[in-house]
T-cell receptor, first 115, second 116 residues
Framework: DTGVSQNPRHKITKRGQNVTFRCDPI?????LYWYRQTLGQGPEFLTY????????KSRLLSDRFSAERPKGSFSTLEIQRTEQGDSAMYLC?????????????FGDGTRLSIL | AQSVTQLGSHVSVSEGALVLLRCNYS??????LFWYVQYPNQGLQLLLK??????LVKGINGFEAEFKKSETSFHLTKPSAHMSDAAEYFC??????????????FGKGTKLSVKP
């Protein structure tokens, strides 16, 4: 169990630029989640995948955000035309089948700073 | 809709003292409940979880929590605080009820400080 890996750990970019983050889940986990965490708040759900299928998207996920998990393994989260309000920690988590009460395992996150 | 309320954004205790972090939830269906800990610039680490069965659950690092349905609470305790316990703690509930865990709904967190 190598844990959930996220890259990059930090990303600084100018407003209006596009950014892409990568998440490598624990290998046998079929569910993958993306959350966003702003300063002083708990993580907020963005979207999740069951294998390669994106099953749910939050209202927080505007049309500037897109997530993929093409082969049911790693996932990418892209933000187009970044805005100041996108500055946050983006967390990825993975889990086994939920019906057995399996917990979500989190990566260390990607911290995005918009200049 | 489900929600989580953590009372007290900041709790300070002396080393060796009891730690009590409060969590109340709202759910129309039996929930799965979790406590996570977050150290600075890191992700969240699972402390413990409640799904079904015994209402007192034990986790890592000496923490435990008790599920009280009548009070809709899931408070986190540790008998004796250690300096290494200083971190932020998050209570979370599943969105889809106990039978089909989807995304987690988190409280705003409680920052625990431990004084020597």
């Amino acid at each position: 169990d190598t844990g959930v890996s996220q890259n990059p750990r930090h990303k600084i970019t100018k407003r209006g630029q596009n950014v892409t983050f990568r998440c490598d889940p624990i290998s046998e986990h079929n569910r993958l989640y993306w959350y966003r965490q702003t300063l002083g708040q708990g993580p907020e759900f963005l979207t999740y995948f069951q294998n390669e299928a994106q099953l749910e998207k939050s209202r927080l996920l505007s049309d500037r955000f897109s997530a993929e998990r093409p082969k049911g393994s790693f996932s990418t989260l892209e933000i187009q035309r970044t805005e100041q309000g996108d500055s946050a920690m983006y967390l990825c988590a993975s889990s086994l089948s939920p019906d057995r009460g399996q917990p979500q395992h989190f990566g260390d996150g990607t911290r995005l700073s918009i200049l | 809709a489900q929600s989580v309320t953590q009372l007290g954004s900041h709790v300070s205790v002396s080393e060796g003292a009891l730690v009590l972090l409060r969590c109340n939830y709202s759910s129309s269906v039996p929930p799965y409940l979790f406590w996570y800990v977050q150290y600075p610039n890191q992700g969240l680490q699972l402390l413990l979880k409640y799904t079904t069965g015994a209402t007192l659950v034990k986790g890592i690092n000496g923490f435990e929590a008790e599920f009280k349905k009548s009070e809709t609470s899931f408070h986190l305790t540790k008998p004796s605080a250690h300096m290494s316990d200083a971190a932020e703690y998050f209570c979370a509930v599943t969105s889809g009820g106990g039978g089909s865990q989807g995304n987690l709904i988190f409280g705003k967190g409680t920052k625990l400080s431990v004084k020597p």
